[in-house]
């Protein structure tokens, strides 16, 4: 189990910046993300860290030791690809065995090693077949088993699951995140979808524009987004902004109360809520006690129901859309056109950067 770290990458395409300045730490045994968008620099930063690519500018650390003049089959890391790539003319056995023979082993020795890996994908038994001979979840555990074959240092993933419809998509998180804790390598997985980023990893790096904007667990970075990006593109957020009065932010309905740090009484501020800390609770009971608790009046225009939950969504006082999450234990709480106040505790309204 190794440390991976990248410090200070700089890489350009044709003058133009893909990668700007990105520091990251990659925990020994632990699998984290990358998450961001399309063309933020997810795969280039993946293909610098294994060797595939060379930055500008920076330099990549395996445990401290600077790898980045190391070359790609010196470095001894594991990547599956976004397709499969998979040899179609090959086994599922000469697949796997084929990055070994690649590191001289062949023989009795390849062949263990090669069922090892299947065995640790659960694909024992189906040595012999073709690529087409199997389904799209299973190529993609023979592309996995092919990658950890060789007992690398690191296994890259970038998007591997991408291919696969929801369903599949969803067991083979699992089965990922399973075989990722019994191989106990550093593991990095590329991912756009926030989703499987929330459910697959230790720890999350999100990417814009070439550039780490949070990293850290992902409890952390939900319940703490330091960046309206973040706050948005790892689950959802209202946003209220206004200016900093002594009591928290000042926005059209009202005052918006936060625990967190204020910038100075006068300033801009921007707050974020995610839409399940908020609750309908009827109009009547706008006035509070409570100064932790926030109030805000606002009309219900649709209800989206969803099964287990509904989104609700309102206007407030000053024509902003608002976003609530409920979950649908009994009768719904609001109809549309009534007018709502909507409450949430201090603790869950967050300062952020814009
Ligand atoms: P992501 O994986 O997040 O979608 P990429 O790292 O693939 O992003 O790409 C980031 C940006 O760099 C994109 O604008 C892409 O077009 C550009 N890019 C990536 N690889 C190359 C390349 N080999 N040559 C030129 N431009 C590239
Ligand atoms: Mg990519």
Redesign the pocket.
């Known amino acids: 189990m190794i440390r991976v770290e990248a410090a200070s990458i700089d890489?350009s395409?044709?003058g133009?910046r893909?990668?700007n300045q990105v520091s990251a730490s990659f925990q020994p045994g632990r699998l984290t993300s990358?998450l961001?968008?399309?063309?933020?620099?997810?795969?280039?930063?993946?293909?610098v860290i294994g060797g595939f690519?060379a930055p500008d500018y920076g330099e990549i650390r395996f445990d401290g030791e600077n790898v980045t003049a190391v070359p790609l089959w010196r470095r001894n890391v594991g990547m599956v690809f976004?397709s499969y790539a998979l040899f179609p003319h090959m086994t599922v056995q000469e697949n796997v065995a084929f990055g070994l023979h690649r590191h001289g082993v062949r023989g009795e020795a390849a062949r263990k090693e090669a069922a090892r890996a299947l065995e640790m994908v659960r694909l024992t038994g189906l040595e012999r077949r073709k690529p087409k001979e199997l389904s799209g979840g299973q190529q993609q555990r023979v592309a996995l088993a092919r990658a950890i074959v060789t007992n690398p240092r690191v296994l890259l993933l970038?998007?591997p699951l991408s291919a696969l419809d929801r369903r599949l998509r969803q067991e083979m998180q699992i089965e990922l995140r399973h075989i990722q804790r019994e191989s106990g390598l550093t593991t990095i997985f590329?991912t756009?979808d926030q989703e499987e980023a929330l459910t697959l990893s230790d720890a999350v790096a999100i990417?814009d524009h070439?550039k780490i904007v949070q990293e850290g667990r992902p409890e952390a970075i939900y319940e703490r987004p330091r960046t309206r990006f973040a706050a948005s593109f790892l689950g959802d957020a209202n946003f209220f902004s206004g200016r900093v009065t002594g009591g928290g932010v000042e926005i059209a309905g009202g005052v918006v109360r936060t625990n967190d740090r204020l910038p100075a009484i006068g300033a801009s501020a921007t707050v974020a809520v995610r839409p399940e800390k908020m609750k309908i609770c009827g109009a009547q009971a706008a006035a509070s006690e409570n100064s932790d608790e926030n109030r805000l009046l606002a009309v219900v225009r649709e209800i989206i129901y969803a099964g287990a939950v509904s989104t609700i969504l309102l206007e407030s006082a000053d024509g902003s859309p608002i976003k609530i999450l409920t979950q649908n234990r009994e009768t719904s709480p609001a109809f549309p056109g009534d007018s709502v106040a909507l409450a949430w505790s201090s603790t869950h309204s967050i300062i952020i950067e814009n």
């Open positions: 890489k395409y044709s133009v893909v990668l990358l961001g968008p399309s063309g933020s620099g997810k795969t280039t930063l993946l293909r690519v976004q970038d998007e590329v756009h990417l070439g």
